[in-house]
């Protein structure tokens, strides 16, 4: 056995580093183990307490007979046959239904016309982007207020162009079909620009060559845009289309609005134009039966949900 | 492409036009009197009543839109500091530190996002009621506290923002997690929890139907102020136009401010959604 190792033998111990105290080294286990939960707590209480808390008990309250007294007698689901038989909500289905249709369905086709032109090397793209979302930075009641006044039956600024072209007077708040166009009106003017942003977002990482392809085969504009555009845009489509819908079951402010006098929460006289959201409202906060007013709200929850399926169902069979 | 252009940016004009009309329309009658309202055709430059028509609206006893602007600004800033602060203190726990059930957590977070909140508004009203917090600003501003939306963005953000060589050396360093995120974290979020912060602040801003349940009209927020003008004093267009135009200032100003910030976020959004 030939001595031939040859390493150097280390004269002293290599420094170790220095051993924390022991105090400093379990307050430190402490704070890794627990700092991520104390870090997510306030949203999870507050969550809890204020969010999750009441959409369970609101189906708790719906079984019952409740009212300012508090919880009467436990009725089951009889609230909720009441409200299969209350003309008063399915009218207010029929309004938010109609209403969301209008307002969503030329809000994201505008919006997708005026994505694709932003869409282009433009000058000054900047102050363009901004003059389009401009109206989502409003108060949502002034919206209300100066669409009100454009849509007035007698000092109007619609009325007065129709005017001229010898068209009578219309009694915007009257009838369904006149009080739905102007509160769709105002819906998409103010969201138009939003998802034509969203639009924008996702044309901008189509990549050029796709186009370039498709120009040399000879495909239109119109082609490019049907066969390139829409499908590789179609997550923002689906996106926009479920908030849209969302938000649109939820529609609240601009009827209240528009409604102004004393039948605003019940939509006009005839409840013309009143929504779901305006219902709920009304049966809980003015007539205080809050076991029915919660039964309306949980059957916009279901609506909801169910075409927020239904949507994206359709959008991602579509094409 | 090259010769469509002018044809292109005045379709494009006209769309930006439209857009902005009826913000200007509202500048327009809240600067003018009542008489002209109506007219055909109607006024279409400013007149000079406006500084007129505001302090009407701010000596209108019963709107209280003084008090209105006063609950819904402090609303708006408290909102959108707790907001931002818990929503980076929990995306930066989601993004970047290991904790047991930190995927199942996240979920429920994300699942929280479709629920539409107005949905619980009656038995809020009653934990209100218990609370004693009837017509109190705490009722509209405790339970906005925190965000789902706030949280997932926070978290997408600190993902990118935040390398974990980084919190390592702080924590070989000896900082407590709370510091790392204070002094390390917080900065680096700043560009996301500013575009958090706007959207926040204008959501607050806006909130309607929650205010309307829960608060009276004694002690309004500026919408619920703005509403009341207009079921009460609906023939006074100016005095209406002056409270809505009041009600939008502070938007605009934000939107000046952080115009790019603002559709920086929104596209920014959009990718990932």
Same mark, same amino acid.
């Given at each position: #056995?030939?001595?031939?190792?040859?390493?150097?033998?280390?004269?002293?111990?290599?420094?170790?580093?220095?051993?924390?105290?022991?105090?400093? $080294?379990?307050?430190?286990?402490?704070?890794?183990?627990? &700092?991520?939960?104390?870090?997510?707590?306030?949203?999870?209480? *507050?969550?809890? *307490?204020?969010?999750?808390?009441?959409?369970?008990?609101? $189906? @708790?309250?719906?079984?019952?007979?409740?009212?300012?007294?508090?919880?009467?007698?436990?009725?089951?689901?009889?609230?909720?046959?009441?409200?299969?038989?209350?003309?008063?909500?399915?009218?207010?289905?029929?309004?938010?239904?109609?209403?969301?249709?209008?307002?969503?369905?030329?809000?994201?086709?505008?919006? #997708?016309?005026?994505? &694709?032109?932003?869409?282009?090397?433009?000058?000054?793209?900047?102050?363009?982007?901004?003059?389009?979302?401009?109206?989502?930075?409003?108060?949502?009641?002034?919206?209300?207020?100066?669409?009100?006044?454009?849509?007035?039956?007698?000092?109007?600024?619609?009325?007065?162009?129709?005017?001229?072209?010898?068209?009578?007077?219309?009694?915007?708040?009257?009838?369904?079909? &006149? &009080?739905?166009?102007?509160?769709?009106?105002?819906?998409?003017?103010? @969201?138009?620009?939003?998802?034509?942003?969203?639009?924008?977002?996702?044309?901008?990482?189509?990549?050029?060559?796709?186009?370039?392809?498709?120009?040399?085969?000879?495909?239109?504009?119109?082609?490019?845009?049907?066969?390139?555009?829409?499908?590789?845009?179609?997550?923002?489509? *689906?996106?926009?289309?479920?908030?849209?819908?969302?938000?649109?079951?939820?529609?609240?402010?601009?009827?209240?609005?528009?409604?102004?006098? $004393?039948?605003?929460?019940?939509?006009?006289?005839?409840?013309?134009?009143?929504?779901?959201?305006?219902? #709920?409202?009304?049966?809980?906060?003015?007539?205080?039966?809050?076991?029915?007013?919660?039964?309306?709200?949980? #059957?916009?929850?279901?609506?909801?949900?169910?075409?927020?399926?239904?949507?994206?169902?359709?959008?991602?069979? $579509?094409? | 492409?090259?010769?469509?252009?002018?044809?292109?940016?005045?379709?494009?004009?006209?769309?930006?036009?439209?857009?902005?009309?009826?913000?200007?329309?509202?500048?327009?009658?809240?600067?003018?009197?009542?008489?002209?309202?109506?007219?055909?055709?109607?006024?279409?430059?400013?007149?000079?009543?406006?500084?007129?028509?505001?302090?009407?609206?701010?000596?209108?006893?019963?709107?209280?839109?003084?008090?209105?602007?006063?609950?819904?600004?402090?609303?708006?800033?408290?909102?959108?500091?707790?907001?931002?602060?818990?929503?980076?203190?929990?995306?930066?726990?989601?993004?970047?530190?290991?904790?047991?059930?930190?995927?199942?957590?996240?979920?429920?977070?994300?699942?929280?996002?479709?629920?539409?909140?107005?949905?619980?508004?009656?038995?809020?009203?009653?934990?209100? /009621?218990?609370?004693?917090?009837?017509?109190?600003?705490?009722?509209?501003?405790?339970?906005?506290?925190?965000?789902?939306?706030? /949280?997932?963005?926070?978290?997408?953000?600190?993902?990118?923002?935040?390398?974990?060589?980084?919190?390592?050396?702080?924590?070989?360093?000896?900082?407590?997690?709370?510091?790392?995120?204070?002094?390390?974290?917080?900065?680096?979020?700043?560009?996301?929890?500013? /575009?958090?912060?706007?959207?926040?602040?204008?959501?607050?801003?806006?909130?309607?139907?929650?205010?309307?349940?829960?608060?009276? +009209?004694?002690?309004?927020?500026?919408?619920?102020?703005? +509403?009341?003008?207009?079921?009460?004093?609906?023939?006074?267009?100016?005095?209406?136009?002056?409270?809505?135009?009041?009600?939008?200032?502070?938007?605009?100003? /934000?939107?000046?401010?952080?115009?790019?910030?603002?559709?920086?976020?929104?596209?920014?959004?959009?990718?990932?959604?």
């Amino acid at each position: #056995m030939a001595v031939t190792d040859v390493r150097p033998r280390p004269v002293a111990p290599p420094p170790r580093a220095p051993i924390p105290p022991l105090r400093h $080294g379990f307050l430190s286990l402490v704070d890794t183990r627990w &700092s991520p939960y104390l870090f997510i707590a306030p949203f999870f209480v *507050i969550f809890a *307490i204020f969010g999750l808390f009441p959409l369970a008990y609101t $189906g @708790w309250v719906s079984l019952h007979e409740w009212d300012l007294g508090g919880a009467g007698a436990f009725i089951g689901l009889d609230n909720y046959t009441t409200l299969f038989g209350d003309p008063d909500f399915w009218n207010a289905v029929v309004n938010t239904l109609g209403m969301l249709v209008l307002a969503t369905v030329p809000q994201l086709l505008l919006a #997708m016309v005026l994505a &694709s032109l932003l869409n282009q090397k433009l000058r000054g793209l900047t102050l363009l982007r901004m003059g389009v979302v401009l109206p989502i930075v409003t108060s949502v009641a002034a919206v209300g207020i100066v669409f009100s006044q454009i849509f007035d039956r007698d000092a109007g600024m619609v009325n007065g162009i129709l005017g001229l072209f010898d068209v009578a007077p219309i009694d915007w708040r009257a009838d369904k079909w &006149s &009080s739905w166009t102007a509160i769709a009106t105002m819906v998409n003017w103010r @969201w138009t620009g939003y998802n034509a942003l969203i639009y924008l977002a996702a044309m901008q990482s189509i990549p050029r060559e796709l186009y370039e392809a498709a120009t040399v085969d000879g495909a239109s504009k119109v082609r490019q845009f049907r066969s390139i555009t829409v499908p590789m845009i179609r997550p923002s489509i *689906i996106f926009t289309v479920i908030v849209s819908t969302i938000a649109g079951m939820q529609l609240f402010t601009e009827p209240l609005i528009f409604g102004q006098g $004393g039948y605003a929460i019940s939509g006009g006289s005839l409840r013309q134009f009143q929504t779901l959201s305006m219902y #709920m409202f009304e049966k809980a906060f003015r007539d205080f039966d809050y076991g029915y007013g919660s039964a309306v709200a949980w #059957m916009i929850f279901l609506l909801i949900t169910l075409l927020a399926v239904v949507n994206f169902l359709v959008t991602r069979r $579509g094409n | 492409m090259r010769r469509s252009q002018p044809l292109l940016h005045l379709t494009l004009l006209a769309a930006i036009a439209l857009s902005a009309f009826p913000l200007y329309w509202l500048f327009v009658v809240a600067t003018r009197t009542n008489d002209v309202v109506g007219d055909w055709p109607p006024p279409l430059v400013p007149g000079g009543n406006l500084g007129d028509n505001v302090s009407r609206l701010f000596s209108t006893e019963d709107a209280h839109f003084l008090l209105g602007l006063v609950n819904s600004a402090f609303a708006s800033v408290t909102v959108t500091m707790a907001v931002v602060f818990f929503s980076s203190l929990a995306g930066f726990a989601f993004a970047k530190l290991k904790f047991r059930g930190r995927n199942g957590l996240l979920l429920v977070i994300l699942g929280t996002m479709m629920i539409p909140v107005q949905m619980g508004i009656i038995p809020l009203y009653m934990i209100m /009621v218990e609370l004693g917090w009837q017509n109190r600003m705490q009722a509209v501003i405790v339970p906005s506290l925190v965000s789902a939306f706030g /949280v997932f963005l926070m978290r997408q953000y600190a993902e990118r923002a935040i390398p974990d060589e980084l919190i390592e050396a702080a924590k070989v360093d000896g900082c407590s997690t709370f510091r790392i995120f204070w002094t390390i974290v917080l900065p680096a979020l700043r560009p996301g929890a500013a /575009v958090l912060g706007l959207f926040t602040f204008m959501g607050t801003w806006n909130e309607f139907l929650w205010p309307l349940a829960v608060l009276e +009209s004694d002690n309004p927020t500026v919408q619920f102020s703005l +509403s009341q003008l207009s079921t009460t004093y609906y023939t006074d267009y100016t005095l209406m136009f002056a409270g809505a135009l009041v009600a939008t200032v502070p938007l605009l100003l /934000v939107f000046i401010a952080f115009g790019r910030q603002i559709i920086g976020g929104i596209m920014e959004g959009a990718v990932k959604a």
